[in-house]
Protein backbone atom coordinates (compact mmCIF):
# COMPACT_ATOMS: atom_id res chain seq x y z
CA UNK A 1 0.00 0.00 0.00
CA UNK A 2 1.69 3.41 -1.03
CA UNK A 3 1.45 5.74 2.13
CA UNK A 4 0.84 9.29 1.53
CA UNK A 5 3.79 12.11 1.06
CA UNK A 6 3.50 14.59 3.67
CA UNK A 7 6.27 16.68 1.83
CA UNK A 8 3.70 16.85 -1.58
CA UNK A 9 0.78 19.49 -1.03
CA UNK A 10 -2.68 18.20 -2.67
CA UNK A 11 -3.27 19.12 -5.45
CA UNK A 12 -5.46 22.38 -5.60
CA UNK A 13 -8.97 22.29 -7.55
CA UNK A 14 -10.93 24.83 -9.06
CA UNK A 15 -14.56 25.24 -7.86
CA UNK A 16 -16.32 24.90 -11.16
CA UNK A 17 -19.89 24.22 -9.87
CA UNK A 18 -22.17 24.58 -6.86
CA UNK A 19 -25.35 22.88 -7.12
CA UNK A 20 -28.57 24.64 -6.40
CA UNK A 21 -30.78 23.52 -3.55
CA UNK A 22 -33.06 21.46 -4.49
CA UNK A 23 -35.43 20.49 -0.98
CA UNK A 24 -38.09 19.09 -0.72
CA UNK A 25 -41.18 21.26 -0.49
CA UNK A 26 -45.03 21.18 0.44
CA UNK A 27 -47.90 22.89 2.21
CA UNK A 28 -49.32 22.41 5.16
CA UNK A 29 -53.37 22.47 5.15
CA UNK A 30 -53.06 25.84 6.16
CA UNK A 31 -50.43 27.53 3.74
CA UNK A 32 -47.44 26.99 5.62
CA UNK A 33 -44.54 26.39 3.37
CA UNK A 34 -42.38 23.63 3.90
CA UNK A 35 -38.82 22.92 2.92
CA UNK A 36 -36.97 19.59 3.93
CA UNK A 37 -33.68 19.01 3.30
CA UNK A 38 -32.41 15.48 4.54
CA UNK A 39 -29.53 14.20 4.66
CA UNK A 40 -27.25 11.77 7.15
CA UNK A 41 -27.06 13.55 10.54
CA UNK A 42 -26.45 10.63 12.54
CA UNK A 43 -30.04 10.45 13.39
CA UNK A 44 -30.62 13.85 14.92
CA UNK A 45 -33.52 16.38 12.69
CA UNK A 46 -33.72 19.87 13.12
CA UNK A 47 -37.09 21.84 12.92
CA UNK A 48 -37.20 25.83 12.19
CA UNK A 49 -40.10 27.83 12.67
CA UNK A 50 -38.97 31.06 10.94
CA UNK A 51 -41.03 34.19 10.89
CA UNK A 52 -40.22 36.60 8.19
CA UNK A 53 -40.73 40.08 10.63
CA UNK A 54 -37.51 40.19 12.71
CA UNK A 55 -36.39 43.44 15.68
CA UNK A 56 -37.04 45.67 13.48
CA UNK A 57 -40.75 45.36 13.53
CA UNK A 58 -43.16 46.59 16.40
CA UNK A 59 -44.13 50.13 18.14
CA UNK A 60 -41.73 50.10 20.50
CA UNK A 61 -37.96 48.93 20.80
CA UNK A 62 -37.01 46.09 21.87
CA UNK A 63 -40.41 44.64 21.53
CA UNK A 64 -39.55 42.04 18.74
CA UNK A 65 -36.45 40.70 20.44
CA UNK A 66 -37.96 40.44 23.52
CA UNK A 67 -41.15 38.65 21.66
CA UNK A 68 -39.02 35.47 20.45
CA UNK A 69 -36.62 35.33 23.61
CA UNK A 70 -39.70 34.67 25.68
CA UNK A 71 -41.57 32.30 23.67
CA UNK A 72 -40.04 29.11 25.71
CA UNK A 73 -40.47 31.03 29.05
CA UNK A 74 -43.68 29.81 29.33
CA UNK A 75 -46.99 28.55 27.61
CA UNK A 76 -50.55 28.63 28.37
CA UNK A 77 -50.05 24.78 29.28
CA UNK A 78 -46.23 24.57 30.66
CA UNK A 79 -44.41 26.19 32.99
CA UNK A 80 -40.68 27.86 32.02
CA UNK A 81 -39.49 24.95 34.58
CA UNK A 82 -42.00 22.14 32.40
CA UNK A 83 -40.54 22.98 29.44
CA UNK A 84 -36.99 22.75 30.40
CA UNK A 85 -37.65 18.96 32.09
CA UNK A 86 -39.14 17.85 28.66
CA UNK A 87 -36.88 19.13 26.25
CA UNK A 88 -33.86 17.35 29.08
CA UNK A 89 -35.98 14.68 29.21
CA UNK A 90 -35.74 14.00 25.39
CA UNK A 91 -32.25 15.27 24.98
CA UNK A 92 -33.13 17.93 22.90
CA UNK A 93 -32.61 21.78 22.48
CA UNK A 94 -34.67 24.76 21.88
CA UNK A 95 -33.23 28.13 20.72
CA UNK A 96 -34.48 31.56 19.05
CA UNK A 97 -32.19 33.56 17.32
CA UNK A 98 -34.12 36.97 16.25
CA UNK A 99 -32.57 39.11 13.41
CA UNK A 100 -33.43 42.71 11.58
CA UNK A 101 -35.78 41.11 9.74
CA UNK A 102 -36.48 37.60 10.32
CA UNK A 103 -36.61 35.25 13.44
CA UNK A 104 -36.11 31.67 13.71
CA UNK A 105 -36.91 29.01 16.67
CA UNK A 106 -35.31 26.04 16.45
CA UNK A 107 -35.80 22.75 17.80
CA UNK A 108 -32.93 19.97 17.37
CA UNK A 109 -33.55 16.60 18.87
CA UNK A 110 -33.68 12.53 18.07
CA UNK A 111 -35.71 11.78 15.02
CA UNK A 112 -37.36 9.15 17.59
CA UNK A 113 -38.71 11.90 20.06
CA UNK A 114 -39.81 14.54 17.11
CA UNK A 115 -43.56 13.04 17.39
CA UNK A 116 -43.45 14.28 21.13
CA UNK A 117 -41.73 17.50 21.05
CA UNK A 118 -43.34 19.38 17.85
CA UNK A 119 -46.66 19.47 20.15
CA UNK A 120 -44.17 21.17 22.69
CA UNK A 121 -42.97 23.85 20.12
CA UNK A 122 -46.22 24.09 18.23
CA UNK A 123 -47.69 25.15 21.79
CA UNK A 124 -44.31 27.37 22.26
CA UNK A 125 -45.18 29.53 18.81
CA UNK A 126 -48.98 29.73 19.09
CA UNK A 127 -49.68 29.75 22.77
CA UNK A 128 -47.12 31.79 24.61
CA UNK A 129 -47.76 33.30 27.98
CA UNK A 130 -45.46 36.12 28.32
CA UNK A 131 -45.22 35.38 32.32
CA UNK A 132 -44.28 39.23 34.26
CA UNK A 133 -41.43 36.84 36.63
CA UNK A 134 -40.04 35.80 33.57
CA UNK A 135 -40.03 38.58 31.99
CA UNK A 136 -37.88 40.61 34.76
CA UNK A 137 -35.37 37.71 34.17
CA UNK A 138 -34.53 37.98 30.53
CA UNK A 139 -35.16 42.18 31.04
CA UNK A 140 -32.50 41.74 33.75
CA UNK A 141 -30.07 39.20 31.45
CA UNK A 142 -29.95 41.65 28.74
CA UNK A 143 -29.78 44.63 30.37
CA UNK A 144 -26.68 43.69 31.86
CA UNK A 145 -25.43 42.24 28.40
CA UNK A 146 -26.21 45.81 26.87
CA UNK A 147 -24.16 47.47 29.39
CA UNK A 148 -21.47 45.43 29.28
CA UNK A 149 -21.04 46.01 25.24
CA UNK A 150 -21.68 49.68 25.66
CA UNK A 151 -18.75 50.22 27.71
CA UNK A 152 -16.66 49.03 24.46
CA UNK A 153 -15.44 51.32 21.84
CA UNK A 154 -16.23 49.04 18.91
CA UNK A 155 -20.13 49.46 20.21
CA UNK A 156 -19.94 52.76 20.48
CA UNK A 157 -18.45 53.61 17.19
CA UNK A 158 -20.74 50.86 15.36
CA UNK A 159 -24.33 52.54 17.29
CA UNK A 160 -23.05 56.31 16.01
CA UNK A 161 -21.86 55.09 12.35
CA UNK A 162 -25.02 53.18 11.96
CA UNK A 163 -26.73 56.36 13.03
CA UNK A 164 -24.97 58.81 10.57
CA UNK A 165 -25.67 56.48 7.63
CA UNK A 166 -29.51 55.61 8.67
CA UNK A 167 -30.99 58.72 11.16
CA UNK A 168 -32.13 57.84 14.08
CA UNK A 169 -35.68 57.21 12.89
CA UNK A 170 -34.49 54.01 11.03
CA UNK A 171 -34.40 50.51 12.96
CA UNK A 172 -31.20 49.99 12.03
CA UNK A 173 -29.88 53.91 13.30
CA UNK A 174 -31.80 53.68 16.08
CA UNK A 175 -29.76 53.70 19.05
CA UNK A 176 -31.33 51.61 22.00
CA UNK A 177 -30.81 53.20 25.80
CA UNK A 178 -31.06 51.13 28.92
CA UNK A 179 -34.80 53.24 29.11
CA UNK A 180 -35.67 50.99 25.94
CA UNK A 181 -35.38 47.53 28.16
CA UNK A 182 -36.80 49.16 31.83
CA UNK A 183 -39.79 49.69 28.95
CA UNK A 184 -41.12 46.57 28.20
CA UNK A 185 -44.43 45.03 29.21
CA UNK A 186 -46.26 41.65 29.01
CA UNK A 187 -48.52 43.82 26.72
CA UNK A 188 -46.47 44.70 24.01
CA UNK A 189 -45.54 41.21 23.57
CA UNK A 190 -48.51 40.28 23.13
CA UNK A 191 -49.70 42.34 20.50
CA UNK A 192 -46.37 42.25 18.53
CA UNK A 193 -47.13 38.39 18.79
CA UNK A 194 -50.52 38.70 17.57
CA UNK A 195 -49.59 41.05 14.78
CA UNK A 196 -46.46 39.12 13.25
CA UNK A 197 -46.16 35.23 14.77
CA UNK A 198 -48.66 34.66 12.18
CA UNK A 199 -49.74 31.65 9.55
CA UNK A 200 -48.80 34.37 6.35
CA UNK A 201 -45.21 35.24 6.97
CA UNK A 202 -44.29 31.57 9.25
CA UNK A 203 -42.52 28.99 7.23
CA UNK A 204 -40.95 25.72 8.16
CA UNK A 205 -37.72 23.98 7.37
CA UNK A 206 -37.26 20.60 8.07
CA UNK A 207 -33.19 19.00 8.04
CA UNK A 208 -31.13 15.93 9.07
CA UNK A 209 -33.34 12.69 9.30
CA UNK A 210 -36.74 13.65 9.16
CA UNK A 211 -38.46 10.41 8.63
CA UNK A 212 -41.34 9.41 6.73
CA UNK A 213 -44.49 11.03 8.50
CA UNK A 214 -42.78 14.47 8.69
CA UNK A 215 -45.87 16.02 6.63
CA UNK A 216 -48.21 14.29 8.72
CA UNK A 217 -46.66 15.41 12.00
CA UNK A 218 -46.39 19.21 10.79
CA UNK A 219 -49.79 19.41 9.57
CA UNK A 220 -51.20 17.53 13.00
CA UNK A 221 -49.18 20.09 14.67
CA UNK A 222 -49.34 23.73 12.86
CA UNK A 223 -51.84 23.74 10.99
CA UNK A 224 -54.62 21.55 12.45
CA UNK A 225 -54.68 23.98 14.99
CA UNK A 226 -55.60 26.94 16.20
CA UNK A 227 -53.07 30.33 15.87
CA UNK A 228 -53.66 33.78 17.49
CA UNK A 229 -53.36 35.09 14.07
CA UNK A 230 -53.52 33.96 10.35
CA UNK A 231 -52.05 37.33 8.75
CA UNK A 232 -49.32 39.55 9.39
CA UNK A 233 -49.93 42.90 10.11
CA UNK A 234 -47.70 44.67 7.31
CA UNK A 235 -44.23 46.10 8.20
CA UNK A 236 -41.83 47.82 5.85
CA UNK A 237 -39.01 50.29 7.43
CA UNK A 238 -38.46 54.02 6.38
CA UNK A 239 -36.00 55.04 3.62
CA UNK A 240 -32.51 55.65 5.42
CA UNK A 241 -32.15 59.51 6.04
CA UNK A 242 -28.11 60.08 6.51
CA UNK A 243 -27.06 63.01 8.41
CA UNK A 244 -24.90 65.99 7.64
CA UNK A 245 -22.08 65.33 9.54
CA UNK A 246 -19.83 62.62 7.80
CA UNK A 247 -17.15 62.98 10.42
CA UNK A 248 -17.61 62.38 14.14
CA UNK A 249 -15.58 61.61 17.58
CA UNK A 250 -16.76 59.96 20.17
CA UNK A 251 -14.93 60.72 23.55
CA UNK A 252 -15.03 57.42 25.93
CA UNK A 253 -12.99 58.10 28.69
CA UNK A 254 -10.22 55.46 30.33
CA UNK A 255 -10.17 53.95 26.52
CA UNK A 256 -7.69 51.40 26.10
CA UNK A 257 -7.65 51.91 22.11
CA UNK A 258 -9.88 53.76 19.48
CA UNK A 259 -12.56 52.14 17.07
CA UNK A 260 -12.73 53.63 13.72
CA UNK A 261 -15.78 52.91 11.56
CA UNK A 262 -15.75 54.19 8.32
CA UNK A 263 -18.08 53.49 4.81
CA UNK A 264 -21.09 54.24 3.07
CA UNK A 265 -25.10 53.51 2.55
CA UNK A 266 -24.82 51.07 -0.45
CA UNK A 267 -27.30 48.09 -1.76
CA UNK A 268 -27.89 44.46 -1.02
CA UNK A 269 -27.40 40.80 -2.99
CA UNK A 270 -30.45 42.36 -5.52
CA UNK A 271 -28.34 44.74 -7.12
CA UNK A 272 -26.77 43.63 -10.01
CA UNK A 273 -23.42 45.46 -8.55
CA UNK A 274 -23.68 43.68 -5.40
CA UNK A 275 -21.19 40.51 -6.85
CA UNK A 276 -18.35 42.12 -8.15
CA UNK A 277 -18.76 44.06 -4.97
CA UNK A 278 -18.64 41.48 -2.62
CA UNK A 279 -15.19 40.43 -4.64
CA UNK A 280 -13.81 43.91 -4.26
CA UNK A 281 -14.96 43.71 -0.27
CA UNK A 282 -12.76 40.74 -0.09
CA UNK A 283 -9.65 42.01 -1.91
CA UNK A 284 -9.83 45.25 0.34
CA UNK A 285 -10.96 43.44 3.90
CA UNK A 286 -13.12 40.40 3.33
CA UNK A 287 -10.42 37.77 4.82
CA UNK A 288 -7.06 37.71 6.52
CA UNK A 289 -4.89 37.77 3.47
CA UNK A 290 -7.04 41.14 2.93
CA UNK A 291 -4.66 44.54 1.81
CA UNK A 292 -6.51 45.99 5.28
CA UNK A 293 -4.73 43.57 7.29
CA UNK A 294 -1.33 42.88 5.57
CA UNK A 295 -1.13 46.82 5.25
CA UNK A 296 -2.24 47.40 9.08
CA UNK A 297 -1.31 44.64 10.92
CA UNK A 298 1.60 42.86 9.45
CA UNK A 299 3.12 46.01 7.85
CA UNK A 300 2.90 48.57 10.08
CA UNK A 301 1.66 46.76 13.07
CA UNK A 302 -1.32 49.33 14.05
CA UNK A 303 -3.81 46.42 14.81
CA UNK A 304 -4.48 43.13 15.57
CA UNK A 305 -7.34 42.92 12.27
CA UNK A 306 -8.79 45.25 10.08
CA UNK A 307 -11.64 44.53 8.23
CA UNK A 308 -14.40 45.47 5.47
CA UNK A 309 -17.79 43.80 5.55
CA UNK A 310 -20.88 44.33 3.07
CA UNK A 311 -23.78 44.25 5.31
CA UNK A 312 -26.65 43.30 3.47
CA UNK A 313 -30.23 44.49 4.78
CA UNK A 314 -34.07 43.53 3.60
CA UNK A 315 -34.16 46.85 1.31
CA UNK A 316 -30.85 48.48 1.29
CA UNK A 317 -27.33 48.04 2.70
CA UNK A 318 -24.22 48.83 3.33
CA UNK A 319 -19.96 48.96 3.28
CA UNK A 320 -17.97 49.14 6.89
CA UNK A 321 -14.25 49.16 7.28
CA UNK A 322 -13.66 48.75 10.78
CA UNK A 323 -10.53 48.53 13.32
CA UNK A 324 -9.47 49.24 16.71
CA UNK A 325 -5.99 50.64 16.92
CA UNK A 326 -4.09 52.60 20.01
CA UNK A 327 -4.80 56.55 19.66
CA UNK A 328 -1.06 57.36 18.78
CA UNK A 329 -1.92 55.30 15.75
CA UNK A 330 -5.78 56.43 14.80
CA UNK A 331 -5.04 59.09 12.41
CA UNK A 332 -1.90 57.18 10.55
CA UNK A 333 -4.11 54.09 10.49
CA UNK A 334 -7.12 56.33 8.96
CA UNK A 335 -4.42 56.96 6.39
CA UNK A 336 -4.00 54.10 5.33
CA UNK A 337 -7.01 52.99 4.82
CA UNK A 338 -7.65 55.71 2.47
CA UNK A 339 -4.66 54.90 0.86
CA UNK A 340 -6.11 51.25 0.36
CA UNK A 341 -9.00 52.73 -1.28
CA UNK A 342 -7.20 55.02 -3.40
CA UNK A 343 -5.05 51.93 -4.58
CA UNK A 344 -8.03 50.12 -5.64
CA UNK A 345 -9.14 53.27 -7.28
CA UNK A 346 -5.86 53.91 -9.77
CA UNK A 347 -4.07 51.01 -9.68
CA UNK A 348 -6.01 47.41 -11.47
CA UNK A 349 -5.66 44.54 -9.01
CA UNK A 350 -2.47 41.43 -10.07
CA UNK A 351 -4.37 38.77 -11.80
CA UNK A 352 -2.60 36.38 -9.22
CA UNK A 353 -4.09 38.44 -6.10
CA UNK A 354 -7.62 38.06 -8.01
CA UNK A 355 -7.29 34.50 -8.54
CA UNK A 356 -6.76 33.81 -4.58
CA UNK A 357 -9.86 35.94 -3.24
CA UNK A 358 -11.70 34.27 -6.19
CA UNK A 359 -10.48 30.78 -4.58
CA UNK A 360 -11.11 31.69 -1.31
CA UNK A 361 -14.91 33.04 -1.89
CA UNK A 362 -15.27 29.58 -3.69
CA UNK A 363 -13.99 27.49 -1.12
CA UNK A 364 -16.73 29.30 1.71
CA UNK A 365 -19.23 28.84 -0.80
CA UNK A 366 -18.50 25.02 -0.35
CA UNK A 367 -19.15 25.42 3.63
CA UNK A 368 -22.57 26.70 2.82
CA UNK A 369 -23.80 23.46 1.77
CA UNK A 370 -21.62 20.86 4.12
CA UNK A 371 -24.31 18.39 5.18
CA UNK A 372 -27.81 19.13 5.88
CA UNK A 373 -27.79 21.29 8.61
CA UNK A 374 -25.83 23.99 7.09
CA UNK A 375 -28.02 23.66 4.03
CA UNK A 376 -30.72 24.73 5.78
CA UNK A 377 -29.42 27.37 7.25
CA UNK A 378 -28.37 28.76 3.71
CA UNK A 379 -32.16 27.59 3.02
CA UNK A 380 -33.16 30.61 5.43
CA UNK A 381 -30.77 33.00 4.57
CA UNK A 382 -31.94 32.72 0.54
CA UNK A 383 -35.60 33.14 1.84
CA UNK A 384 -35.12 35.82 4.41
CA UNK A 385 -33.25 37.87 1.44
CA UNK A 386 -35.81 36.40 -0.70
CA UNK A 387 -33.05 35.38 -3.32
CA UNK A 388 -33.75 32.48 -5.74
CA UNK A 389 -32.48 28.80 -4.77
CA UNK A 390 -29.60 28.97 -7.73
CA UNK A 391 -27.92 32.53 -6.12
CA UNK A 392 -24.97 30.95 -5.05
CA UNK A 393 -24.93 28.80 -8.58
CA UNK A 394 -24.74 31.81 -10.58
CA UNK A 395 -22.37 33.63 -7.76
CA UNK A 396 -20.05 31.14 -8.61
CA UNK A 397 -20.09 31.43 -12.30
CA UNK A 398 -20.09 35.58 -11.93
CA UNK A 399 -17.00 35.73 -9.69
CA UNK A 400 -15.12 33.54 -12.30
CA UNK A 401 -15.77 36.27 -15.20
CA UNK A 402 -14.88 38.94 -13.17
CA UNK A 403 -11.72 40.72 -14.06
CA UNK A 404 -9.32 43.37 -12.78
CA UNK A 405 -10.72 46.14 -15.23
CA UNK A 406 -14.33 45.23 -13.69
CA UNK A 407 -12.80 45.34 -9.99
CA UNK A 408 -11.82 49.24 -10.49
CA UNK A 409 -14.65 50.40 -12.23
CA UNK A 410 -16.28 49.53 -8.62
CA UNK A 411 -13.77 50.96 -7.02
CA UNK A 412 -14.30 54.18 -9.20
CA UNK A 413 -17.82 54.20 -8.75
CA UNK A 414 -18.60 52.72 -4.86
CA UNK A 415 -15.51 53.70 -2.90
CA UNK A 416 -15.46 57.55 -3.23
CA UNK A 417 -14.35 58.47 -0.07
CA UNK A 418 -15.96 61.56 -0.17
CA UNK A 419 -19.27 59.79 0.07
CA UNK A 420 -17.85 57.86 3.35
CA UNK A 421 -19.06 58.67 7.05
CA UNK A 422 -16.46 58.32 9.68
CA UNK A 423 -16.83 57.57 13.11
CA UNK A 424 -13.91 57.11 15.88
CA UNK A 425 -15.00 56.56 19.83
CA UNK A 426 -12.02 56.33 22.31
CA UNK A 427 -10.00 59.25 23.67
Not at 406 to 424: K, W
Request: proline share 6%.
Amino acid sequence: MTGINRKQPPRVHRVDRIEPLNPLTFNLSNGIPVYCIEGESEGLVRTEVVFSIGHWAGKWPLTGAFTYLMLQEGTLHHSPAEIAEILNYHGATLTADVRANHCFVTLLCMTKHLPALLALLSEIIREPSFPVNELEVIRNQQLQTFLTQQKKVRTIADNHFRQALFGNDHPNGYITTAADYAAIQPEYLFEFHKNYCAVSNCTIIVSGDAGPEIAGLLNRHFSEVTWTSTMAAAFSPPPPVPGRQQKQFIRKKDAVQNAIFTGRLLFNRHHPDYIPMSVLNTVLGGYFGSRLMKNLREDKGYTYGASSQLRDLSNTGYLVISTETGSQYTSAALKEIYSEIHTLRNKRIDSNELDNVVSYLSGNMLELFDGPFASADTCRMLMAAKLPFNYYSRYLQAIHTITPETLIEMARRYLNPEDFYEVVAGT
